[in-house]
């Protein structure tokens, strides 16, 4: 069974706090179907790097990194449990 699977982190920046940050959210990508989901991570929109993906702030980036980590190995936990990982 072959399967896609994406991840897209990206930062809305229409909706802006007071304090000038915004949430990083996460575009999850699973055989053309797509959910959306906040990392609960916060940061200013000129301390994004869109073109990465990235935050330019060390510690934060590695969050970010967890994150993407945790999220990854959940899908490979899930594909090895429904027998479509090789």
Request: charged letters at 30%.
């Amino acid at each position: 069974m072959r399967s896609t699977f994406k991840l897209l982190f990206y930062i809305n920046r229409s909706k802006v706090k007071a304090d000038g940050t915004t949430a990083v959210m996460c575009r999850i990508s699973i055989d053309g179907k797509t959910s959306v989901l906040a990392t609960g991570i916060y940061v200013k929109p000129e301390d994004w790097n869109a073109k990465k993906g990235e935050i330019k702030i060390v510690r934060e980036n590695n969050r970010l990194s967890q994150f993407r980590r945790r999220i990854e190995n959940t899908y490979e936990h899930i594909l090895k449990e429904q027998g479509g990982y090789q």
